[in-house]
């Protein structure tokens, strides 16, 4: 099952109409973002600096449905700054003959702290399709991509549609990140009943931007290394 706090983001979709592009999503907001490329968005282009695999499977026994997130960070090569991209990949759904499986949303958390994101999906990258919609967390903390048209996994046999996300790319001012982060995905299976909850899954160590140090703080020390320095030169 899920929150309650992830639920709420999710509904926040079903009520609220799309602007005709999609703009920097602060705290509290929702854009509806039309995709990108490095040709559109030169910014995109950089140096990987992360890039690993996390393992994910829905269900046991004779149904499961299985992906892998790859965790990516790129650092721009023009803002020197980095760009998070986690994006849902390798499905394989192990349910026999009837069951599909549909990702119909996922959520990240670990972004507190920064006032803009710039959020959008890259089209000219691996993956099928991008999200139609995400929102973001009063707190700023909480982001959750939702897709109009979920990512299918089919059945086993005879194998059909096995959609892949195509990358998030959430810019922010961060140089510095850490893989304390969680992703919840949230799915359903085709045999479910439509008022059914959604089943989710939680997995840990996804990249998340460490919020830099003000200027301040940096004056401070150097201060305070200048006055140690002093202090041992007098001694």
Same mark, same amino acid.
């Given at each position: &099952? ?14 609220? @109409?799309? *602007? ?6 602060? =705290? #509290? #907001?929702?854009?509806? *973002? ?7 968005? *030169? %910014?995109?282009? +950089?140096?990987?600096?992360? %890039? ?5 499977a829905f269900g046991a026994g004779f149904f499961q449905a299985t992906y892998r997130v790859q ?8 803002? !020197? ?28 958390? +670990? ?25 973001? @967390?009063?707190? #700023?903390?909480l982001l959750t991509f939702r897709y109009g048209d979920p990512l299918h996994n089919d059945f086993?046999?005879?194998? +059909? ?17 850490? !893989?304390?982060?969680? &992703? ?13 909850p959604l089943i989710s899954l939680t997995i840990t160590g996804l990249a998340t931007p460490v919020? =830099? ?9 150097? #201060? ?12």
């Amino acid at each position: &099952m899920f929150s309650v706090r992830a639920l709420a983001a999710i509904a926040v979709f079903a009520i609220t @109409s799309p *602007p005709a592009v999609a703009a920097p999503l602060s =705290p #509290g #907001g929702v854009i509806f *973002p039309t995709g990108t490329s490095v040709a559109a968005d *030169p %910014d995109q282009a +950089g140096v990987i600096v992360n %890039d690993n695999l996390i393992d994910a499977a829905f269900g046991a026994g004779f149904f499961q449905a299985t992906y892998r997130v790859q965790n990516r960070v790129v650092l721009s090569n023009t803002l !020197n700054t980095l760009s998070f991209r986690p994006r849902i990949r390798d499905p394989f759904n192990s349910g026999g003959f009837s069951e599909r499986f549909d990702i119909v949303a996922f959520s990240l958390t +670990g972004f507190a702290g920064f006032n803009l994101l710039d959020v959008d999906f890259l089209t000219d990258a691996q993956g099928d399709k991008g999200p139609t919609s995400v929102s973001r @967390s009063a707190d #700023g903390d909480l982001l959750t991509f939702r897709y109009g048209d979920p990512l299918h996994n089919d059945f086993l046999n005879p194998p +059909g549609v096995r959609d892949e996300s195509l990358f998030p790319a959430i810019k922010t001012n961060a140089t510095r990140f850490k !893989n304390k982060g969680t &992703m919840t995905l949230f799915g359903r299976r085709s045999d479910a009943d439509p008022n059914d909850p959604l089943i989710s899954l939680t997995i840990t160590g996804l990249a998340t931007p460490v919020v =830099p140090l003000p200027a301040s703080v940096f004056l401070l020390l150097a #201060g305070i290394a200048g006055l140690g320095a002093l202090g041992r030169k007098r001694s």
